[in-house]
Structures are given as structure tokens and as C-alpha cells.
């Protein structure tokens, strides 16, 4: 089914250590973006990108590296996970101008 | 990036219609006024999407006056299943280069109630 594939769903991490959030689309969409959610909030935009091999930081940057080296991936890495990582994040993509993002399940991150 | 203002909650019952008023004073020309609904432990789903005027489809209405600083989600005769929280976003993306990112409010949450 064609959508926006996160993967892992839940993942518990220790303060320090690294790990990667994948997630994957099969749209074709040039637009893709990682978003953070804390409890009773709404999103903050973390990093998103235009198109392959090119990103920027959004709001809440620190801490998130992301690359995007072909359309379908958009990986999210946390180099040195902390306590203030523990979040839900959600990958979103779209087409261009004037279409919608289509969203993730979301991975939910806790770090201890 | 254009902030929106939206009312924190609002509780509605069964079968009536739903009117959820969203402020975005700052907007840009080339803004575009997009409507999303999120339940609990799911990601954002887009429900509907305009620049002017109105804009309908199967599941809601979307009123924007003339001057664009304010529209309206219209969902008419709601169900327990569409208490949400709803958020209203301002932006564009661009064709190329650098784009103008979505920037998500805290949203309403909306309660259905029997």
C-alpha cells in the first residue's frame, strides 16, 4: 500500500547512545519531513527536505542530523540520545505546491 | 512562518455541525490554508485544503473570507468517531529551492459528545 513507512514503531534507548529513525515512502513525493510531538502539544518541525540531497533545519534542529540521498528515504539519526529526545516523532511527505502531507504511524522514542 | 490561533477546545454533541475558527493575521500572498486531524497515537491525516473563498469535499467545508486572515473548518453533523484534535496550518511549498515549512499550533481538540 502506497504511504509514509516509519520504522522502528517503539524504541527505548539509554542516555548517550545513537540510533536511527528510517522512514520511507513509495509516492514519489519530493517533499519530506521529521516532526516531534510531546505530550498534550502539537508538532515541531525538526529537519525536512525539498528533494533528494537537499535539507534544512527546522525549529527544534539540535541534537538531529538527517540525509536525504534518494526520493523514497529520509532517515532522522540522534547522535547522543537525552532524556529531552523522549518523544513520538512522525515523518510526513507531499507532492509540491498546494497538496497536503501525508504522515506516519510514528516511532515512539523513549531515552533513559 | 505565518502563526495561527485556534480556540484550545471546543465540545459539540452528536449531529450538530461543528464550526472551528482558525486566526492567521500574517499571512503570505502565496499561502496556502491546510486543515489536519490527529486522534491519539496516530500521525496527522489531512482533511481538507484552500487558498479563497470555499473549498468542499466528502468530509468538510472550508470557508475563507476575502481577506485571508481568518477561515473556517465546517464539519457538518459530526460523530463520536470525529473527536480529534484539529490543527490549521499556513504555508506553500515552493517548486524548487527552499520551502516555506508547515509550522503546527497546539490545535482545538474537539469532543463529541452523546
Known amino acids: 500500500n502506497a504511504g509514509v513507512t516509519q520504522t522502528p514503531k517503539f524504541q527505548v534507548l539509554k542516555t548517550g547512545q545513537s540510533m536511527t529513525l528510517q522512514c520511507a515512502q513509495d509516492?514519489?513525493?519530493?517533499?519530506m519531513s521529521w516532526y516531534r510531538q510531546d505530550p498534550g502539544m502539537g508538532l515541531r518541525l525538526i529537519h525536512y527536505?525539498?528533494?533528494?540531497?537537499?535539507?534544512d533545519q527546522g525549529e527544534v534542529p539540535n541534537g538531529y542530523n538527517v540525509s536525504r540521498s534518494t526520493t523514497e528515504d529520509f532517515p532522522l539519526r540522534l547522535l547522543s540520545a537525552a532524556p529531552s529526545q523522549t518523544s513520538v516523532y512522525f515523518c510526513?511527505?507531499?507532492?509540491?505546491?498546494?497538496?497536503?502531507?501525508?504522515f506516519g504511524s510514528g516511532t515512539r522514542l523513549t531515552v533513559v | 512562518l505565518a502563526k495561527t490561533t485556534q480556540p484550545i477546545s471546543m465540545d459539540s454533541y452528536e449531529g450538530q455541525e461543528v464550526n472551528i475558527t482558525c486566526s492567521h493575521n500574517?499571512?503570505?500572498?502565496?499561502?496556502?490554508i491546510t486543515w489536519y486531524q490527529q486522534f491519539p497515537s496516530q500521525g496527522p491525516r489531512f482533511i481538507i485544503q484552500?487558498?479563497?473563498t470555499k473549498v468542499t469535499n466528502e468530509v468538510a467545508s472550508l470557508f475563507i473570507p476575502a481577506d485571508r486572515k481568518s477561515s473556517t473548518l465546517s464539519l457538518p453533523r459530526v460523530s463520536l468517531s470525529d473527536t480529534a484534535v484539529y490543527y490549521c496550518?499556513?504555508?506553500?511549498?515552493?517548486?524548487?529551492?527552499?520551502?516555506?515549512?508547515?509550522?503546527f499550533g497546539s490545535g482545538t481538540q474537539l469532543t463529541v459528545l452523546p
Open positions: 510526513a511527505s507531499s507532492y509540491s505546491k498546494g497538496v497536503g502531507y501525508t
Open positions: 509516492m514519489n513525493h519530493e517533499y
Open positions: 527536505s525539498v528533494g533528494a540531497g537537499i535539507t
Open positions: 500574517n499571512i503570505a500572498t502565496n499561502d496556502y
Open positions: 484552500g487558498y479563497k
Open positions: 496550518l499556513v504555508g506553500v511549498h515552493h517548486s524548487s529551492g527552499s520551502a516555506r515549512q508547515l509550522t
